[in-house]
């Protein structure tokens, strides 16, 4: 889904900034009401994406978003899979 999206709903519905535990707690209320309005083409594109992330190395954007993230020097496998119905 568009993280960005997610950002900005989540920042709205718990009315506080990016990494506070209020946003956190919200983070998750967001990501399900935007991913309820998916379409099922949406939906599909999402899980083929998930799941070709998932066998084999992330997209070179998203490894440094990753590494600069987490302000990791190595990168972690993760399963993307779960983060798509």
Known sequence: MNGEKIDKLAARLSQSKAGSPG???GYHRARRQLEEKLTEDERQT???TAKEWSRGKLPPMMQQRYAHGNN???LKSTDFS???C
């Open 23 to 25: 946003y956190l707690a």
């Open 46 to 48: 999402y899980r083929a």
């Open 72 to 74: 990791s020097n190595g």
């Open 82 to 84: 779960e983060l798509v």
